[in-house]
């Protein structure tokens, strides 16, 4: 299993500011993923970061808006660039625990919840 | 890609009952089947998953059934419980996305009243 935090656990931002989020690992991770969840809606993958190399964004979510660094095994930051009222959500990292099976079980963080005025 | 759909979107029950979650998936490659529960202020956290070889598992009081021909898993909590109460995603994931990645439902939110 792995232990994740991150920080901030909550912001509200003012449009047009950018916010960056942290996701600490307790253990050395390959891949870690950075997910949206829209108040009251289910879980929208935006991208995963693997160390080493650039992060892979699904449909809809670009570098500009959402870039995301991974310098190492435990660590990767998420950032809200160009907020709008839109992008209020809980933003929510996770990490695969890498059995070596093909699909495993993926852990979470607590969540940053962004409000954006 | 995979079109997950849930259902109930809510679902309440007296404590003792059972509930049935449903969730179907389009992608007939799939082969893994997991639930995940939200507790509020947390992230989801894995409760019981099944992969395709199997038609059934079960892990004390939450049990997952596989119906691959018919393309949907059923999540069943018996003896509910208050702290039962949560939101419940399946999640499979697409067989096409080369790693990992989770497609979650639209999650289904259960109330358990004592």
């Known amino acids: 299993s792995a232990v994740i935090s991150q920080k901030p656990s909550r912001d509200i931002c003012q449009r047009g500011t950018s916010l960056t989020i942290q996701c600490q690992v307790d253990s050395q991770v390959t891949m870690m993923f950075w997910y949206r969840q829209q108040p009251g809606q289910s879980l929208t993958l935006i991208a995963t970061a693997n160390q080493g190399s650039e992060a892979t964004y699904e449909s809809g979510f670009v570098i500009d808006k959402f870039p995301i660094s991974r310098p190492n095994l435990t660590f990767s930051t998420l950032t809200v660039s160009n907020m709008s009222p839109e992008d209020s959500s809980i933003y929510l990292c996770?990490?695969?625990?890498?059995?070596?099976?093909?699909?495993?079980?993926?852990?979470f963080g607590p969540g940053t919840r962004l409000t954006v005025l | 890609g995979e079109n997950v759909e849930q259902h109930p979107s809510t679902l309440s029950v007296q404590e003792g009952d059972s509930a049935v979650i449903k969730c179907t998936y389009s992608?007939?490659?799939?082969?893994?089947f997991p639930w995940y529960k939200q507790e509020l202020g947390k992230g989801p956290q894995l409760i019981i998953d099944i992969r395709s070889n199997v038609g059934e598992k079960k892990d004390q009081r939450i049990a997952v059934t596989l119906n691959k021909t018919a393309k949907h898993f059923s999540l069943h909590i018996t003896e509910t419980q208050p702290e039962d109460s949560a939101v419940y995603f399946c999640a499979p994931p697409p067989t096409n996305s080369g790693y990992s990645t989770l497609t979650f439902g639209k999650g289904t939110m259960l109330l358990v009243s004592p």
């Open positions: 992608d007939s490659a799939s082969n893994y």
């Open positions: 996770s990490v695969d625990d890498e059995t070596g099976r093909t699909y495993n079980e993926q852990f």
